[in-house]
């Protein structure tokens, strides 16, 4: 059946149009013949700039369900149990999965805090010198302990060495004498890993005071 | 207390901001959302270069340098107001139409959102890995030592892995909060960060009220705050958020310099472009990339206005950005380097690599568990509404991200790390700097479907 246009009166029209509106949201703009020129949103129309043959209201409608569908999804993403809001108020109520991830954070910060004045060597000990699985775990500790201790510092290498990872640290193999460590302020060490076997193991150790650090270092605390 | 001398210093930001926008809108209107928006973030940006600039010539930030930076806003403020210059706030830039009253529901999922990501990022200190080893690490260092002799952090290379050649905005700002505070409370201090990143929202809904009504841009404005990588990032102390804010504020204004070529746009976009730039280090090649443009389409114009613009663009941007340049040449490089790699022939040999990236940006793209349908609606909304292409300032901002894209691809192309492990944790980061121009392609299309044209642009100005 072929369609007709059938003039609205404009009392009809539930919208009411700005002066300068594209002529395609006017009806009786549409079929006006006497049109030679025609102009889009007051420009003239060109292929990019032409009317839309079709009910532009469809369009307009499409938009509006797509913005409106995005908007549902993403409401309906953060309603499901393991979306970033809920995470956020498992932190904020403190459950027991936000306190065990946030523990590893204070160990370390309360291990900084012990360290008293001066600075602090990162010793590595056992299978934490050759083995990869704990690269992570050691660019942890040294990035959270370096931050934790400033201005205070956590040496792991020569300052001339470059650092980016827990691999590098591994590779500097790091052992500095007891002269550079009295140059450099060094009062406490820490020892990631363990001698006999198993776990990533952190131990904080004392040095003596300056004027009778000729010996080993003693009065061990801390780790975990 | 610590709380109360934050929110200050919070203060003084927005007060800087509104003296700014006053100088540069002198006697003019503006809105509501500029007030809390524009000001804002153009505040934030000034400040930070102004702590940087500060400590170049021997001042760290402190309490006796907010309350210089205090008492010259206020006076200025004041000459200002004595000129009659000062900006005058509008509660109601048009009339209200039909339907725009059921903005109350996009705004309250908006509200809940940004509460919730405040909520979250207050609740506890730096935790993000690279929040507390790069940024909280630089905020520490720039609170406790100026920046003229450069502090030796800068030069150890055990430091390398906190990127010790990353431009200084964060770190400058929230050292500027410890200033306020008087300590170093990284939990309190992660106030600057999510105040920067719910900029973001304001900032985007200007940009869309540009061309569309309030209900339209009001609903897209939602949808960056609950897309859920908004919820991973936002607050966390990372300068990726900050980064998109600025850049969405750039490309706004830049776009909008293509479209009408009013003097008070391009000095947004300049300052936009100068505070992307002294965000993060890929932020200078999006703010080079923004002048490109302009001086693109410029000369396509063929007017002498627009190209005239362009080369004020780049001056303005290398005047501001100098100081940063010049300091930060003797900085040790680390091995990613992406600047030097990019302009080297290591760029053509690796580009085989990009049928190994494009492939996992594209599947990134489509993780709706990351991004929901926010990718698929552009793309429809382009469609939908495809006569806006015939818009230069349109045709800009597809140019733009096009060049925002290529440029991260690339970046990835030349990372000396292993792209398998590297792509999965950061490029969800990269992409989440590309919201912006996703989101405004959306709306400027959306207004060429037919529904939600702006009846009188200028009420914006």
């Known amino acids: 059946m072929p369609l007709r246009w059938i003039p609205v009166p404009e009392k009809q029209c539930n919208t009411v149009l700005p002066i300068d509106s594209p002529p395609e949201r006017n009806s009786l703009a549409r079929n006006d013949p006497g049109r030679s020129a025609r102009l889009n949103g007051g420009k003239l129309e060109t292929i990019l700039n032409q009317f839309i043959p079709a009910d532009g209201r469809n369009f307009r409608y499409a938009a509006w369900g797509v913005v409106l569908l995005v908007l549902i999804h993403l409401c309906w993403l953060q309603l499901r149990p393991e979306s970033e809001l809920h995470q956020i108020c498992a932190f904020v109520t403190q459950s027991t999965a936000s306190r065990a991830a946030m523990t590893q954070y204070e160990q370390l910060d309360r291990m900084a805090d012990r360290t008293g004045n001066g600075n602090v060597l990162l010793k590595l000990a056992g299978y934490a010198k050759t083995n990869p699985v704990v690269e992570n775990s050691l660019s942890f500790v040294y990035y959270r302990t370096s931050y934790a201790l400033y201005p205070r510092r956590l040496y792991v290498a020569p300052a001339d060495q470059v650092i980016n990872n827990g691999r590098d640290i591994m590779r500097s193999e790091f052992s500095p004498s007891q002269q550079w460590l009295q140059e450099h302020d060094v009062r406490s060490v820490f020892t990631f890993g363990n001698d006999n076997a198993g776990g990533e193991a952190l131990r904080l150790e004392i040095l003596p005071s300056r004027h009778n650090q000729a010996g080993m270092p003693t009065d061990k605390s801390g780790g975990n | ?461």
Not at chain 2, 452 to 459: K, N, P
Request: charged share 10%; hydrophobic share 55%; net charge positive.
């Open chain 2, 1 to 461: 207390m610590a709380f109360l001398t934050c929110c200050l210093f919070l203060l003084l930001i927005v007060l800087v901001g509104y003296t700014l926008l006053s100088a540069i809108h002198p006697s003019s209107r503006i809105t509501i959302i500029q007030l809390i928006g524009l000001g804002p973030a153009v505040g934030a940006g000034i400040t930070g270069l102004l702590l940087f600039w500060a400590s170049l010539i021997g001042f760290a930030p402190s309490r006796k340098m907010l309350a210089i930076i205090g008492v010259l806003t206020l006076a200025g403020l004041l000459v200002m107001k004595k000129m009659n210059r000062l900006a005058r706030i509008k509660i109601l830039a048009t009339d209200w139409e039909k339907g725009d009253g059921w903005m109350v529901v996009p705004l309250v999922v908006t509200l809940a959102g940004l509460a919730m990501i405040a909520i979250g990022a207050l609740s506890t200190p730096l935790v993000e890995w690279d929040a507390f080893a790069i940024w909280g690490f630089k905020a520490k260092v720039l609170a406790h030592e100026a920046l003229r002799p450069t502090p030796a952090c800068f030069h150890d290379l055990t430091l390398s892995y906190s990127h010790l050649d990353y431009p200084l905005m964060i770190p400058f700002l929230t050292a500027g909060a410890y200033a306020a505070m008087g300590t170093v409370d990284d939990q309190t201090g992660k106030l600057v960060s999510v105040f920067l990143d719910v900029l973001i929202v304001p900032v985007v809904y200007l940009g869309l009220r540009w061309k569309l009504r309030r209900l339209s841009a009001a609903c897209l404005s939602a949808i960056p705050v609950m897309l859920p990588v908004m919820f991973r990032y936002g607050g966390v102390g990372c300068a990726d958020l900050p980064l998109a804010m600025f850049y969405a504020g750039s490309i706004f204004y830049v776009a909008r310099w293509i479209d009408q070529q009013q003097w008070p746009d391009l000095i947004l976009a300049i300052l936009f472009s100068t505070f992307v730039a002294f965000t993060k280090n890929e932020g200078l090649i999006l703010a080079l990339a923004n002048g490109a443009v302009m001086l693109g389409f410029g000369l396509w114009g063929g007017r002498r206005r627009t190209w005239v613009g362009a080369a004020a663009f780049f001056t303005g941007l290398l005047v501001m950005d100098a100081a940063w340049l010049i300091w930060s040449r003797s900085l040790p490089r680390t091995h990613e380097d992406y600047g030097s790699k990019l302009l080297s022939s290591a760029l053509v040999t690796h580009l085989p690599r990009l049928k190994e990236i494009i492939p996992a940006m594209l599947v990134q793209i489509a993780e709706f568990q990351v991004w929901g349908l926010l990718w698929i609606m552009a793309g429809v909304l382009a469609l939908l509404g495809w006569r806006a292409l015939a818009r230069p300032y349109v045709l800009a901002l597809w140019i733009l991200l096009g060049m925002q894209l290529m440029v991260y691809a690339l970046a990835f192309s030349v990372t000396p790390w292993d792209l398998t492990v590297l792509m999965p944790m950061t490029v969800d980061r990269l992409l989440l700097h590309t919201v912006p121009a996703v989101i405004f392609l959306a709306g400027w299309h959306w207004a060429e479907v037919g529904t939600g044209q702006r009846i009188a642009e200028s009420a914006l100005r």
